[in-house]
């Protein structure tokens, strides 16, 4: 059985007879930190499934990366980390993220990922996998003001910056 943060959680919403109930509603908070622009980055964010209050933590980094790059490796992983399809309600601080995910992305897409301005889209994999994960779940935007002393947003920042000083201290 899939449960919902992964394979093997043992939290899944299957109904009798194993048929799958209504979609999962989860909170995702991410955050991502970087150090220079480029330089090393992290990410981090939190899961929290509504019905069970379950909350499930993670973050990495990067040596070389930049921040939009960060903020877009927090969501990617948040969602992939979902064990089956979810009614996610996402929230960031980033309006790159939120924006290119809400509004920008259809657009790029039908343009063969050119911006307006016919210049190739940055970040490109990260969105082409932003795009799988938001065919899958179903997701809604909420950005918050960063370092606004919202609990959540302020732990994936923690996350987030705790991965990118332990890449840092270990000198990799």
């Known amino acids: 059985m899939s449960g919902l943060f992964g394979k093997s959680d043992g939290d899944g919403d299957e109904g009798a007879g194993g048929e799958a109930g209504p979609k999962p509603l989860v909170e995702l908070h991410t955050d991502g930190a970087c150090s220079g622009n480029p330089g090393p980055g992290g990410w981090g964010y939190i899961l929290i499934h509504r019905a069970?209050?379950?909350?499930?933590?993670?973050?990495?980094?990067?040596?070389?990366?930049?921040?939009?790059?960060?903020?877009?490796?927090?969501?990617?992983?948040?969602?992939?980390?979902?064990?089956?399809?979810?009614?996610?309600?996402?929230?960031?601080?980033?309006?790159?993220?939120?924006?290119?995910?809400?509004?920008?992305?259809?657009?790029?897409?039908?343009r063969g990922w050119r911006t307006a301005a016919k210049k190739p889209v940055k970040n490109r994999e990260f969105w082409e996998r932003l795009?799988?994960?938001?065919?899958?779940?179903?997701?809604?935007?909420?950005?918050?003001?960063?370092?606004?002393?919202?609990?959540?947003?302020e732990r994936a920042d923690q996350l987030a910056v705790m991965a990118r000083e332990a890449l840092v201290a270990s000198g990799r």
């Open 52 to 110: 069970t209050g379950k909350r499930r933590e993670a973050s990495g980094a990067e040596k070389e990366t930049t921040n939009n790059r960060m903020e877009l490796q927090a969501v990617i992983e948040g969602l992939s980390a979902l064990g089956k399809p979810s009614s996610v309600d996402l929230y960031s601080d980033s309006q790159y993220v939120l924006n290119g995910l809400r509004e920008w992305m259809e657009d790029w897409k039908k």
């Open 131 to 153: 795009d799988e994960l938001k065919r899958k779940h179903e997701i809604r935007f909420h950005w918050i003001k960063g370092h606004n002393e919202h609990p959540e947003n």
